[in-house]
């Protein structure tokens, strides 16, 4: 949606809601449902609201929760996550330095990130979210191709990827949440420069992504039965779990064009806003969390900023 479309009366007062949210809502939305880039906004995400609370709880050690991975969902690695996903400035100093910190530490023996670093199989699904917020928080190429070596290693024959991929129970058919944390990974890398081994990883995207859309984002490819139906259901934060609505947010990031087979999933999104125009999130996941959101059923900023420019993309 560019800065000159007026938006409709149904929207006006949702945007309105928007801008009255927590800092880092009001920046995504002027920057995503405005067109405006507003990097004052941005720099108060460090300073104010959620992100100086989550950035507030880092440990003497440096590592929040206690070390790389746990607790769920307070360790250093969720937690540089969802500052990501805050669009938190990539240059705050906190975040820099732990990414560092994890890149120097958490090495294990296969090239990868992992919680055992004497393990010689790291976990992808784990390496593809790491790769996005090391990458936006300013990684090195040098410090991430290990991890990137180590990503495009398993890549599955279905074009996708899967956690169990490298681990003893091994795996033959992708999963939706590890391919989409892995595609999120490769767009951020992408997006902040990096050329080690980027052709690959950008033909790894594409595989990716059809093999999330042979599924219609939801749904069996065999049978076309909904696979589960928490895929349909609305979540912030979302963690590393899957669902429809991050899925579309995450085509819409790499400035994927609309293909026909997103429709299901679009039309899900359309049918879960409520009468006031708002969205509502499903039940959050078991864990502990640096701040508190708003409880399932009830309107929620972010599920409504990413509908929003969700739909905004590929056409309400």
């Not at 950008?202 to 749904?219: G, I, K, P, Q």
């Not at 065999?222 to 085509?251: K, M, N, Q, S």
């Amino acid at each position: 949606m560019s800065g000159d479309e007026v938006l409709d009366p149904v929207v006006d007062p949702v945007l309105d809601w928007l801008l009255a949210g927590d800092v880092a809502v009001q920046y995504q939305a002027t920057r995503d449902l405005l067109g405006s880039e507003t990097e004052p906004l941005r720099a108060r995400i460090a300073t104010e609201g959620d992100g100086a609370a989550i950035l507030a709880a880092r440990g003497a050690d440096g590592h929040w929760g206690r070390g790389f991975y746990q607790p769920k969902w307070t360790s250093t690695h969720y937690t540089l996550l969802e500052l990501r996903n805050l669009g938190l400035p990539p240059d705050e100093p906190n975040a820099r330095d732990a990414v560092a910190m994890v890149l120097a530490d958490q090495k294990c023996l296969d090239g990868g990130l992992d919680p055992d670093r004497r393990t010689p199989r790291s976990d992808v699904c784990i390496n593809g979210m790491a790769v996005n917020y090391c990458a936006y928080f300013g990684a090195e190429t040098e410090q991430l191709a290990s991890v990137i070596d180590l990503v495009l290693a398993q890549r599955l024959p279905d074009g996708g990827f899967n956690c169990r991929s490298n681990r003893r129970a091994g795996a033959t058919h992708s999963s939706v949440h590890t391919t989409l944390s892995v595609l999120e990974g490769i767009t951020t890398y992408r997006q902040t420069g990096h050329r080690y081994r980027l052709d690959d990883l950008l033909d790894a995207a594409e595989s990716s992504r059809e093999f999330l859309l042979r599924h219609r984002l939801y749904r069996s490819e065999g049978t076309g039965e909904v696979i589960r139906p928490e895929f349909t259901r609305l979540h912030h934060p979302t963690r590393w779990y899957y669902d429809v609505l991050r899925c579309l947010d995450a085509f819409r990031e790499a400035s994927f064009p609309h293909d026909p087979r997103m429709d299901d999933a679009l039309a899900v999104i359309a049918k879960r806003r409520r009468s006031d125009g708002r969205w509502a999130a499903a039940s959050g996941y078991r864990g502990q969390a640096h701040v508190t959101y708003p409880r399932a059923g009830t309107p929620n900023r972010w599920v409504t900023l990413v509908a929003l420019r969700v739909l905004a993309c590929y056409g309400e």
